[in-house]
């Protein structure tokens, strides 16, 4: 039997005898049981990176609070849930599924410019860690609604550092001035010294997210000293402190890029975070799940046309929204291997738009119509951003571990794209 590890990807993934397998299982196994488009996720893989990060972060307390909006299916959180991980959400129905999934409030972070009175109030119910406040008016709103319910908010100023992040994308940079993130550096320390005087909001921490899928330990670095700063000058004022959020952001290895690992950026981190005494917090997302989940699809057909060749899916991007939206690149592997010739080809969905495709002008084995192919790194940020448009089911949930596969999302039927309507009810 020959095994082989799929280039630029996870080992979650192999080849044994030419036939792309998550962990022990084949995928044409899995897509004989549920169809296509189908989500693949490998549990070790999650399991390994989370626990790659924990040992990394063991000398100073430390809360890893998944960025549930990377993936939010139940069986990923419970997964991470029972290795210890808290949750970063922005939503009440990310707080709905933490719950869910048996993640406590206190390993629960509320991040997100946009929050409601009502997400603010149902996180208060669960007793939340932190809100990681990122405008003067949700302090206020906090402050006065905790007072109402009496209870202080434990809080955390999210800091814009105004940092320019390198990141793939300019959609995925989040702390420079000019984003809509966070609180502006030049009011943050007055900030503080009014959210310590406010009834309802015990001063808990600070936050900063700078970006995602990043590459370079510098910007954590600048991050790092900048929050340490902060921090410092706190203290002074008295304002006492338990903990330093740095966010997210970690990237992973879409086209074989080197990936910092876990113990290379806590090697930058960490040392200095022990010497504040304080506890750390990190929301990442990507890192633990990106790099464990596949997107399987069949070719629908093959057709050429203006000098191109178009190979077709039934996987476009309503499932898979990254190629077109912040020009994400992902591999593209048949999942048999016919060793056929080489082609260039855009692989493209049925979608009615142009800018529906999962990859461009990509040179791989010309595959036939009928055949699987296996989207690569799509864990994060895949199905969670997924959508009906088109009016086309949403594909089902698969996880994999060692050699049994469990449904974790059915597919969606057409029952469904209606069950919330009552259109046909209002006369
Ligand atoms: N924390 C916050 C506040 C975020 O906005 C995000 C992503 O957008 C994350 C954490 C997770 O980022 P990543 O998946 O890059 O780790």
């Known amino acids: 039997m020959e095994e082989s590890m799929v280039a630029g990807v996870a080992e979650a993934f192999s080849r044994v005898d030419g036939v792309m397998h998550c962990e022990d299982v084949p995928l044409t196994e899995l897509v004989a049981r549920w169809g296509t488009p189908l989500y693949v996720y490998s549990k070790s893989a999650i399991r390994e990176r989370f626990r790659e990060l924990h040992e990394a972060l063991a000398p100073v307390p430390h809360l890893i609070a998944y960025s549930v909006k990377a993936n939010g299916n139940l069986g990923v959180l419970r997964n991470l849930a029972e290795l210890g991980a808290g949750a970063d959400i922005v939503s009440a129905g990310e707080l709905h599924r933490a719950q869910l999934a048996g993640i406590p409030g206190e390993r629960i972070v509320f991040s997100g410019v946009g929050k409601t009175v009502h997400e603010l109030a149902a996180a208060l119910s669960a007793g939340i860690y932190a809100f990681n406040v990122e405008s003067e008016g949700e302090l206020c709103s906090l ?13 955390a100023l999210r800091v814009n550092p105004d940092i320019d992040t390198p990141t793939p994308h300019a959609y995925t940079r989040t702390g420079h001035a000019a984003t809509k993130f966070g609180i502006a550096a030049a009011r943050a320390r007055t900030l503080y010294s009014i959210a310590a005087k406010m009834p309802g909001i015990r001063v808990r921490g600070i936050d900063v997210h700078i970006g995602s899928q990043i590459l370079d330990v510098a910007p954590f670095r600048d991050a790092l000293a900048y929050v340490l700063d902060l921090a410092h000058d706190l203290k002074r004022e008295d304002v006492d402190l338990e903990f330093l959020d740095l966010g997210g952001g970690l990237g992973i ?10 113990a290379e950026w806590a090697a930058e981190i960490v040392p200095a975070v022990a010497e504040t005494g304080l506890k750390l917090v990190v929301e990442p997302g990507r890192f633990l799940v990106g790099e464990a989940g596949a997107l399987l699809t069949r070719v629908l057909y093959v057709k ?5 060749r178009f190979v077709i899916t039934d996987a476009g991007m309503n499932d898979l929204i990254r190629p077109s939206h912040y020009s994400g690149w992902h591999a ?17 969905g049925p979608i009615c738009e142009t800018g529906d495709f999962l990859a461009l002008d990509r040179e791989m084995e010309l595959p036939k119509p009928g055949e699987l192919l296996s989207i690569m790194t799509v864990g994060a940020y895949g199905f969670s951003m997924s959508s009906q448009y088109n009016q086309r089911p949403r594909p089902a949930e698969v996880m994999v571990d060692g050699a049994e ?3 974790v999302r059915r597919r ?3 029952e469904d794209l209606v069950a919330a309507e009552t259109g046909l009810d209002a006369g």
């Open 143 to 155: 402050s006065e609604l905790a007072c109402a319910m009496g209870l202080r908010a434990p809080v």
């Open 253 to 262: 290895s879409y086209e074989g890029e080197k990936r910092i690992t876990a």
């Open 304 to 308: 050429e046309g203006g000098g191109k």
């Open 332 to 348: 593209v592997e048949p999942v048999e291997q016919p060793g056929r010739d080489r082609a260039r080809v855009d692989v493209v």
């Open 405 to 407: 596969a469990t449904l």
């Open 412 to 414: 969606e039927t057409l």
